[in-house]
């Protein structure tokens, strides 16, 4: 039992690239969750899925977009990278009882 | 909307002595509220959650936290901390709702010093 897993851990990517962060889980939960988190300012929710075949935005969803094609996997794609996207990314998942269950993260940064 | 402030950003203490993070929240319906730890370099791990019932929750690690709901607080405390302790706290505060989701404190750093 893996529980929530990400891959990469560590990205660089030039401003203008492009990149999917991969978040796979195993608990069979329903909502899957991605955030960014930056110095001082906590963790802020991108987007958010609810079950299989269903995203929506969160706080600061700009810049990206996801897809939740199988109940187990959430992806994070960033079409066109910038500097302000440096920042380390979790995705979390849950089930009925509000406890969300984090990854170790992806620490990305945008030249 | 719901939102939570962690009044410390960083709190320093020494080993074996008490701590008290504090967290104050705002909301306009009944929350959930909880209080994760994030260790160096690692995701956030639970502590302890308030969902109903006796306003005092215990967690792990020796941790506890009382919700207070006439003051719309939820500070987080330990009696005697540990150098293992250090890490950031992130206190969270959930309003329910179909996507269940949670809204993050900016986190209090606590540095136990020996």
């Known amino acids: 039992n893996a529980g929530v897993t990400q891959t990469p851990k560590f990205r660089v990517l030039k401003t203008g690239q492009s990149m999917t962060l991969l978040c796979a889980q195993d608990?069979?939960?329903?909502?899957m969750y991605w955030y960014r988190q930056d110095p001082g300012m906590g963790l802020r929710l991108i987007h958010y899925?609810?079950?299989?075949?269903?995203?929506a935005k969160g706080e600061v969803p700009d810049g990206y977009n996801v897809s939740r094609l199988k109940k187990q996997n959430f992806l994070l794609g960033l079409e066109s990278a910038a500097p302000s996207q440096t920042s380390v990314y979790f995705c979390?998942?849950?089930?009925?009882?509000?406890?969300?269950?984090f990854g170790p993260g992806t620490r990305l940064t945008v030249t | 909307a719901q939102s939570v402030t962690q009044l410390d950003s960083q709190v320093p203490v020494f080993e074996e002595a008490p701590v008290e993070l504090r967290c104050n929240y705002s909301s306009s319906v009944s929350v959930y509220l909880f209080w994760y730890v994030q260790y160096p370099n690692q995701g956030l791990q639970l502590l302890l959650k308030y969902l109903s019932g006796s306003t005092l929750v215990k967690g792990i690690n020796g941790f506890e936290a009382e919700f207070n709901k006439s003051q719309t607080s939820f500070h987080l405390r330990k009696p005697s901390v540990h150098i293992s302790d250090t890490a950031e706290y992130f206190c969270?505060?959930?309003?329910?709702?179909?996507?269940?989701?949670?809204?993050f404190g900016s986190g209090t750093q606590l540095t136990v010093l020996p």
């Open positions: 608990m069979n939960h329903e909502y």
């Open positions: 899925s609810v079950g299989e075949g269903t995203t």
């Open positions: 969270a505060v959930s309003e329910g709702g179909s996507a269940r989701q949670l809204t």
């Open positions: 979390a998942s849950s089930q009925h009882s509000y406890e969300q269950y």
